[in-house]
């Protein structure tokens, strides 16, 4: 091992001053190399496919911004907007609550915890077509779910075949699917508070409630908002129930926008209009993640 | 990094076209919406005739064909030799260059093909592609159900068809006697079922103009026969919300007296050996024209292959050689349109079971005499689409008039696009 020639006393006071370590070449070169192959995946994945929508919303025969006109004047369009922000609206506050009390309930000392906490994961693992056929089978008017409340004394319901239901059917089949996912990530958070602050709250004679909103909570917000920006990006994007079981339907009930966007670009082959209406829901999800950032702050 | 890059690149610019080559030997891709194995028997022929030459058959189901190839030639991807278009859809899918004109061939369709099936693979005086089968609906019914209801059989005779009035009350009189469901299509949902019932109520294609651009959904026929339609559902005659694949067992199961179905489902009805069933033309309704649908799948060959002298030999032998076009056929279950191989499977068809005797005539009646076709438009694939949806929307309890206007401008904003 050679002895390092210690430079001179001015590029040594630099360093000092920012605050740097030594080795400034070298760390700089180890990050680059290390985040490279992500940057690039994000950059041909990603960021070059995205322009490449946005020149092709563009590039409409009938002129720049036909596309987008087509796109704004069809009821079907309108109707996707409508459906996908009800859905929005409740299928996130229903799977986040959920997925934090399944993570509560799951930390607790339970025996076969371990067991629970797989088998409500499972669904996570399948592909969204299988749950989405299963669950279909289990809507059938004559299937499993009718017989059920049949046996229960219970009406008779239309499910997927009703437009009051077919919704939030899906909300159901896409919240059975995903809860378990994120309420791992949920588990991981609550692991992560010290257990003195929780000690300290019991000696102090907080119950489990107060514990849990003034504790608990408060320390959970890192992983609850990461998890509130995920699942909602995840549920705009909902595609394979849709085209699956309801076709979009009855009446445009269940005609999210991801199912439009593809109806647009693979059946009416119209890829400009498909692709204004791609930009057009990336800048609904960036409206809607912003929100979500200024109302759920990561650090206090 | 470069491996990543090789992989990004290969990515973007879309897969690696295979397609034999070295040493002489050509592999052709057939896409096509029937399942694995369907056409092994035609195209181990083919490769016997043909040495040089293989084929590999690749299967999407039905309902998502269109949309595979629109995402694969969409992007000019050079790996489908040859694939089955839905007959309807040519015009569509000629206008947006998916179809390699086959006009040289047009001498030996004429030849080998019935008039009818060359009319449904020609748009804009071009032969787009070659045929394989046509189709006709036929009302399948349980002996059994009916016997216990006391309903007497319904006759052969195309002149005696039961009009959808009796039916009804048949199936409802079925249902009394112990059938769980009195009747049912096929394929609910889909314009394919649901034409002939406008056209014999009165209406109109649901598509006007000079180039058949122009939507027209709300005349008094669609009204009638879509009220009809969406009654069947109300009355608890046919069964709601259960998928297409799923209906062809439940009559094979003894659940349904009357069944609107097409040919290829009698090798289901046959798997039951309880079940005893009939058959009889589709019914009309009173005072209207008898309509029965028709045309089904053909072949067509890509004009971004590299293979196309070899695809096309491939698909001429499916469609215009006797013994292709025979392997082609499945049996019974497919009605060839190549003429040689159509009698062939008359003769077929009669002898396939005691309650098959004199179907041939019957379909034959229908073809020639009944059959009505899809409009013939560049926005087909658009119309039906919407009106598809349409339909199920009615099916499921919407108001038929404010879906039939809903439809309508609906259609008029998506079809908007192609000018008139």
């Known amino acids: 091992m050679t002895t390092s020639i210690k430079p001179a006393a001015k590029p040594s006071a630099a360093p000092a001053r920012r605050g740097r370590p030594a080795k400034i070449g070298g760390t700089r070169l180890a990050v680059l190399l290390m985040l490279g192959p992500a940057l690039v995946a994000i950059l041909f994945f990603r960021l070059v496919p995205a322009f490449e929508a946005i020149r092709t919303s563009l590039s409409d025969p009938q002129g720049p911004f036909a596309a987008y006109d087509r796109v704004f004047a069809d009821p079907a369009f309108q109707a996707s907007v409508r459906q996908t922000l009800l859905f929005t609206v409740l299928v996130n506050p229903f799977q986040i609550m959920l997925a934090l009390a399944l993570a509560v309930l799951l930390t607790q000392r339970l025996p076969l915890v371990g067991l629970w906490r797989t088998l409500i994961f499972l669904p996570a693992a399948l592909p969204q077509v299988v749950s989405a056929i299963i669950w279909g089978v289990l809507f059938r008017p004559d299937g499993p779910l009718n017989a059920v409340l049949n046996a229960l004394g219970l009406p008779h319901q239309p499910f997927l075949t009703s437009k009051f239901q077919a919704l939030p059917g899906i909300i159901i089949l896409v919240s059975w699917v995903g809860v378990g996912y994120w309420m791992m990530f949920l588990i991981a958070g609550l692991k992560d508070i010290p257990g003195d602050t929780l000690e300290a709250a019991k000696i102090d004679g907080a119950g489990p409630l107060r514990t849990f909103f003034q504790v608990t909570l408060p320390q959970l917000k890192r992983p609850l908002l990461f998890v509130l920006v995920a699942d909602t990006i995840a549920n705009f994007l909902v595609f394979a129930p849709v085209e699956t079981l309801t076709a979009g339907g009855p009446d445009r009930s269940t005609n999210l926008i991801m199912y439009d966007i593809y109806e647009r670009a693979y059946v009416a082959g119209d890829l400009p209009a498909a692709s204004a209406e791609t930009f057009i829901l990336l800048c609904i999800i960036l409206a809607v993640v912003s929100i979500q950032f200024k109302l759920l702050p990561s650090e206090d | 990094m470069p491996l990543l890059i090789g992989l990004t690149t290969t990515a973007c610019f879309g897969p690696i076209p295979h397609g034999g080559g070295s040493g002489g030997g050509v592999t052709l891709q057939f896409v096509g919406a ?16 043909n040495p040089g030459i293989k084929v590999k058959y690749v299967s999407n189901p039905a309902s998502q064909l269109s949309q595979v190839l629109q995402a694969r030639l969409g992007g000019k991807d050079s790996s489908i030799d040859a694939f089955t278009a839905d007959e309807p859809k040519i015009p569509s899918m000629a206008d947006r260059g998916f179809l390699l004109p086959l006009d040289d061939l047009k001498d030996e369709a004429g030849k080998q093909v019935s008039a009818e099936a060359v009319r449904a693979t020609t748009f804009d005086n071009k032969l787009y592609a070659l045929p394989l089968w046509t189709s006709t609906a036929l009302l399948y019914y349980n002996k059994d159900l009916l016997k216990k209801a006391g309903i007497a059989d319904p006759a052969k005779a195309t002149d005696q068809r039961l009009s959808w009035e009796q039916l009804t009350a048949d199936a409802k009189k079925a249902q009394a006697g112990g059938a769980q469901y009195g009747f049912a299509f096929e394929q609910p949902g889909r314009y394919y079922q649901l034409e002939p019932l406008i056209r014999s109520a009165g209406g109109g294609t649901g598509l006007s103009g000079a180039k058949n651009l122009t939507p027209a959904i709300q005349d008094r026929g669609w009204k009638k026969a879509l009220t009809f339609y969406q009654g069947l559902f109300k009355k608890g005659i046919t069964p709601k919300g259960i998928q297409y694949t799923q209906l062809p067992s439940l009559f094979a199961n003894g659940k349904i007296a009357y069944f609107l179905a097409n040919t290829p489902s009698i090798a289901i009805f046959q798997k039951n050996p309880k079940l005893k069933f009939g058959v009889a033309p589709s019914p009309t309704f009173a005072g209207g024209k008898p309509a029965t649908p028709t045309d089904s799948w053909a072949l067509a060959v890509s004009p971004y292959s590299r293979h196309q002298a070899e695809a096309r030999k491939f698909i001429s032998f499916l469609s215009l050689n006797e013994a292709g076009a025979a392997l082609s056929g499945q049996d019974i279950a497919r009605i060839p349109a190549n003429k040689h191989a159509y009698a062939a499977w ?35 694939t658009d119309f039906e689409s919407v009106v598809n949806k349409m339909i199920d929307n009615i099916g499921n309890g919407g108001d038929v008039n404010g879906s039939l206007t809903d439809g309508q401008s609906q259609l008029v904003n998506t079809l908007g696009r192609f000018g008139t």
């Open chain 2, 346 to 380: 008359s003769q077929l068809i009669d002898a396939a079971g005691p309650e098959l005797a004199g179907t041939s005539k019957l379909i034959a009646d229908e073809l020639s005499r009944t059959a009505v076709k899809r409009p013939s438009s560049i926005g087909y």
């Open chain 2, 34 to 49: 029937q399942p694995d194995g369907y056409f092994d028997k035609a195209i181990a022929a083919f490769e016997k005739a």
